[in-house]
């Protein structure tokens, strides 16, 4: 168990209930600058671990259980055994319509009276929508009529299937394979479509895909 993995679990489980790392710890009773960046190392540098009794808060406060933290530790992107049960309608467009103007805000929100909407699961992001995947670009990961759920709060590292729209307004779904402080390069997920790669001051926002009807 790493340091960043920690502190990735917390972020992960904030996004999963829609706050941010100030408004985890605030739900948790805590300061509410406790879990932000700059407290996440000490003043000569050295890693600095959250301590048991903020963790065992956070879990308390967003009924998230050890076993299900632990999964978020060990790598899982989101909290696993949520309820069937438990739904939400969310904004839903077709990824062939997400280029168009009207459909996202500047921070990357879904706005506009022209989305539809549909039953998903439910997960703590109120941002959250939904895309129809058309056309065979995302076989055999994603085929023609599955729709995913994307969230933009949920925090991102290599290797998650994300929607990246470029500032041209090109909208896609890859594979993030590397993001540096200038580049993003992507993956396409039908081996028969090229990779990308661009500026990251091209890019209008990347978000997580979180969840799939497959």
């Not at 340091?3 to 941010?20: F, Q």
């Not at 839903?92 to 022209?114: R, S």
Request: charge should be neutral; hydrophobic fraction near 40%.
């Amino acid at each position: 168990m790493k340091h960043h993995d920690i502190w990735r679990a917390l972020d992960t489980l904030a996004a999963e209930n829609g706050l941010s790392a100030s408004g985890l710890a605030r739900s948790a009773g805590l300061d509410p600058t406790t879990f932000n960046r700059s407290k996440r190392a000490m003043g000569d540098g050295r890693e600095r671990w959250p301590s048991t009794e903020s963790i065992a808060k956070v879990l308390d406060a967003t009924g998230a259980s050890l076993e299900a933290f632990t999964a978020l530790v060990t790598g899982a992107r989101a909290l696993p055994g949520r309820p069937p049960s438990a739904t939400r309608r969310i904004p839903l467009i077709g990824l062939a319509q997400a280029g168009g103007d009207g459909f996202f805000d500047d921070g990357g929100y879904p706005v506009g009276g022209g989305w539809d909407e549909v039953s998903m699961p439910e997960i703590g992001d109120p941002h959250a929508y939904a895309l129809e995947i058309s056309g065979d670009s995302m076989e055999p990961v994603f085929r023609d009529g599955d729709q995913v759920i994307v969230s933009p709060s949920a925090p991102i590292r290599r290797g998650d299937r994300v929607v990246v729209r470029s500032l041209e307004g090109e909208v896609m779904a890859k594979q993030l394979a590397r993001r540096s402080a200038r580049r993003v390069e992507l993956r396409s997920l039908n081996p028969a479509h090229p990779d990308r790669s661009f500026d990251l001051t091209d890019i209008a926002w990347i978000h997580r895909i979180v969840w799939a009807s497959q």
